[in-house]
């Protein structure tokens, strides 16, 4: 890696402070547990978690890049492997459930009680 | 000697084995055969219908054999002849080894065979060795002897019984047992056959197995022998740390007073320990209450195991730790007491007994007494040459009452006996041979024996044991010539129909009693004391296994006395029982317990008498109905209230937790992410604030 390029990297994630990743990160996952607590679509909760993951994917980045450390990067990656099955699994349940019920509105879906 | 000491008693336990497994085999398919037969019969039954489980497995009544001639021929044969044979063995080293001992001055060492490596313990070795002494060598004969005899009248007695072949069984494992007993080397071997013995006579006793009292009595038989036992392996454990070792070598050490001072239980305590086991196997007060139930058991069963043998184990014991018990001569003084105190206990109950066996029962818990009586004064030999003679005299007893059941079908019942004599004589003839022995009548066996005890009693200085002594042997003479009062004599008191039934036995049965009858008669001679111009052979062989043989000797003015007055004593007693029985030809009604002469005539003793002192009522008040109060307390207090009560209380606390919080599951999915997020809010919270 030539000097030129490093400096350049360096500069283009110096143009925005570490903090603003944390304040988007935070807000994403604000947004995506509202979604999630307020949602009645099966299908919005789903896509509102996944929006909970990747703003913690962002943290985990931002502070991995804060701290020096690539331990963070190394997380995010599992995060989005193991999203991506639950992204498979999750699907497949929402199509038998809405096979089954003919809808995937969860506040229907509470026959499982006491 | 030419062949192993360990044959004698492995040729009975092989007779158990092949007698045992072909028993069963023919059992099973006895069973299958009748159950097919059944189902035949009825053919709308439905499966696993059990009615014929169980067939009758003993025919009381004369319907003939209930087994094949080729079966009964088989199992009499393995039985009687393994016997026979390991009795031909032992005579066969015990003849030379008598000889020669006598022959030369202080008699032969003992001999000792290691068999078999048991154990080891650091240094300490423990091995499987049998042992042929003086000591040994008199049980062994007697037992060999008299076994044999049983067995073969075993194969008259029990003809009927569809339990033949396990009967036999049964026996060949108690003989295997009580040469085991006898022969050992030390005292963990010696209690191999203590405890065989016991299951042998807790398996006899309950032959009837389909009969309650007969279960109830073995049960009873193996609990009583239980508290004895606890103090027996107590004795051992005693023995080892007195000694260091649990071997006979014990004796010789005990000889030489090399006791370890620093051991955990004084002589006196062991000595105690182990004669708490030899009551509970010779049925002395108070745990003598088993062996007048154990007549539950056929007839040859008592005479071997509960007259002749098995209950003869714990002089056994106390003979040879008689140079420990020496050492502890409280321990003595309390063999001696209680000894004297179940003689003359024991004989009072058999003085009003009605059932013929329970009469000879209570007469073996007296006798041994009198064995006990001449351990505790010192007297070793003599209690031994009385458990010899005593061997002989009650085995006829038994079998010649064995005989008059027979001959009565089933009949115990003296009350309903009378005037046998003419209709079963070789019974009449050996039985009064043995009933003269017993009571004393010189020159007969139990003269002998009977006298040296009450010679030892009163030559070691204890005038209290010799009266009691003196007033048992009178005790003795009256209820024996009151059984033979009731059961030959006079008129028949039974049915018409009974009488005519009345048959002599075959000869496997007269044989045996006609051999001990001449037994009861001769072998006192085996002991004259040299007052009467005699050597006392018997206990002069018998010197080197005990402690002391003659304590005391007392002058021949003394012992003529003494004579005189034992045989004056039996005489007094055979003679009130004729005159309160009635003279032998005359015709009496002793129809029920009041009428009986001895109820009559002796005021309030007669009541207590005859139901046994109430000895069972008043263990039952003392000692059954308390424990059963506690366990009643720790069973519904302690079990059923605490116990339960933990277990239930917390199976409860789960319940109620569950019907408390299980309406946190509405069902509602978005209440799960809202718990889930405050929970994982809260856990933030408390990570950042910590």
Known sequence: MSPATSAAAAVSVMAVAPQAYLVVGTILFAIGLAGALLKRNALSIFLSIELMMNAVNLLFLAYARMRGDAAGQMVVFFVIAIAAAEAAIGLAIFVALFRARQTVDVDKINFLKW | MTYPLWLIPAIPLAGFLVNGL?????????????TAAWREAHPDAGHGDNALRHGDDHGHDDHGPALPYWQRLFHGVVGVGSTGLSGVLAFGVLVPYVRESLASKDGLPAVVETAYHWMSAGPYVLDIAFRLDPLSA?????????????????????????????????????????????????????????????????????????????????????????????GMVLGIFG???????????????????AVNGGAPLSVYAVCLLLF??????????????????????????SALIHAATMVTA?????????????????????????????AIFAASIGLAQNDIKKVLAYSTVSQLGYMFLACGVGAFGAGMFHVFTHAFFKACLFLGSGSVIMAMHHEQDMRAMGGLKPKIPQTYWTMMIATVAIAGIPPLAGFFSK???????????????????????????????????????GTFRGSEEAESH??????????????????????????????????????EFLAPSLAVSHPHEVSNATEYLLMGMSVLVAVAGIALALRWYGAPGATSEVPSVQADAFYRKTGFLGPVVANKWNVDEGIEALVLSPFRKIGNVLWRGFDALLIDGVINASAFMVELTGDLTRFFTTGNVRNYVLTMTLGVLAFTLYVWIR
């Open chain 2, 451 to 489: 006298d040296q005890i009450l010679g030892a009693a009163f030559g070691a200085g204890h005038p209290a044991l010799f009266a009691v002594g003196l007033v048992t042997a009178g005790m003795t003479a009256f209820y024996m010539f009151r059984l033979a009062r009731m059961t030959f004599f």
């Open chain 2, 314 to 342: 714990g002089v056994y014991l106390v003979a040879r730790c008689s140079a420990v018990f020496v050492l502890a001569p409280g321990a003595l003084t309390v063999v001696a007491w209680v000894g004297a105190g179940t």
């Open chain 2, 502 to 539: 009345v048959h002599e036995s075959p000869a496997t049965m007269t044989v045996p009693l006609w051999v001990l009858a001449i037994g009861s008669l001769g072998l006192g001679f085996l002991g004259i004391p040299e007052v009467l111009g005699g050597h006392n052979t018997l206990i």
């Open chain 2, 239 to 257: 023995i080892f740390s007195l000694f260091g070792t649990v071997d006979f070598s014990f004796v010789d050490m005990a000889r030489q007073q």
């Open chain 2, 22 to 34: 072909v028993a069963l085999a023919a059992g099973w398919q006895r069973a299958s055969a009748r």
């Open chain 2, 138 to 230: 008199l049980m062994l004969s007697f037992v060999t002897f008299v076994g044999t005899l049983i067995h073969l009248y075993s194969i008259g007695y029990m003809q009927n019984e569809e339990g033949f072949g396990r009967f036999f069984s049964h026996m060949n494992l108690f003989m295997f047992s009580m040469l085991t007993l006898v022969m050992a080397n030390s005292l963990p071997v010696l209690f191999i056959g203590w405890e065989g013995v016991g299951l042998c006579s807790y398996l006899l006793i309950g032959y009837y197995y389909d009969k309650d009292f007969a279960v109830a009595a073995g049960k009873k038989a193996f609990i009583a022998n239980r508290v004895g036992d606890f």
């Open chain 2, 276 to 301: 708490l086991g030899a009551c509970g196997k010779s049925a002395q007060v108070p745990l003598y209450v088993w062996l007048p139930d154990a007549m539950a058991g056929p007839t040859p069963v």
